[in-house]
């Protein structure tokens, strides 16, 4: 009787060692299954999100475009009548519509997103926001060495204007960035130095990008001429260009 006591005493022992176990393992499936969900929940949002905000920007753009291009038909009317305070006034009012048209866009965007349940997220409104300081203070006073404006304004008031709506957006909040912003003062080609890409391939150790891009391992390639922060040839002068389009969201249109 003793030892069957024992025996039955030591199987229910491994019973409750083994439902321990089982308690264990499905409190862990339990937590791995809740947060797998939790992640692509909120990958979707965020997916949800970024679309309707792109869809919202493209729209906009698309209906700035119409307007525009009706005004092309206005004025190609007042020119042929000679009517040319006219002509003059929709050309000014096309200038304006190439930035209100865009930040109108970038607005709905925000909106579209924060209605898919995106939040702001207070680095990209900082962002906006020290641009809109750059826009209003450096578009306005920089100059080429022989006194050119190297960022002319495409009517009067235009930097200040443009500021005053990216000031606006970054104060509402922006959840989700443009990715495709092309600022002013972002010079590409020409040299090693103005390419983002070669700051996003040190950035990220992406030494690829050195073969690929930056003349590999040949003589006269980067890797192999580079010898100190005296090798670089000298920057190219800043191209002076009639900017018409806004940063963000632009048209792409140019003036004829």
């Known amino acids: 009787m003793i030892l069957g006591s024992k025996k039955s005493g030591n199987r229910r022992g491994q019973v409750i060692i ?23 929940y909120i990958k979707s949002l965020a997916q949800n999100a970024g679309d309707a905000s792109a869809l919202m920007a493209a729209r906009w753009q698309g209906i700035t475009l119409n307007l525009i291009g009706d005004l092309n038909i206005m004025q190609a009317l007042a020119l042929s009548q000679g009517d040319f305070v006219t002509a003059s006034a929709i050309t000014g009012c096309q200038a304006r519509l190439c930035f209100s048209g865009p930040m109108i866009a970038f607005m709905t965007a925000q ?3 924060k209605n898919n ?55 509402e909040g922006v959840a989700a960035a443009p990715d495709n912003a092309r600022f002013y003062t972002d010079y590409t080609g020409g040299h090693f130095l103005l390419m983002i890409d070669f700051y996003e391939a040190i950035a990220g150790k992406n030494w690829c990008w050195f073969y690929f891009h930056a003349g590999g391992i040949e003589p006269d390639g980067l890797l192999k001429s580079y010898t100190d922060y005296h090798w670089w040839p000298p920057l190219p002068e800043i191209p002076h260009h009639e900017y018409i389009n806004s940063e963000i969201f632009g048209l792409g249109l140019t003036k004829r």
């Open 18 to 40: 083994f439902l321990v176990l089982m308690l264990v393992i499905l409190f862990f499936v339990v937590i791995f299954n809740f947060d797998l969900h939790k992640i692509l």
């Open 111 to 113: 909106i579209a997103a």
């Open 117 to 171: 349940r995106a939040y702001r997220n207070s680095d990209f409104d900082e962002i906006i926001r020290e641009h809109a300081w750059t826009v209003r203070n450096i578009y306005p006073a920089a100059t080429s060495p022989d006194g050119e404006m190297l960022f002319p304004e495409p009517y009067p008031g235009c930097w200040s204007e443009y500021a005053d709506m990216l000031d606006y957006i970054a104060t």
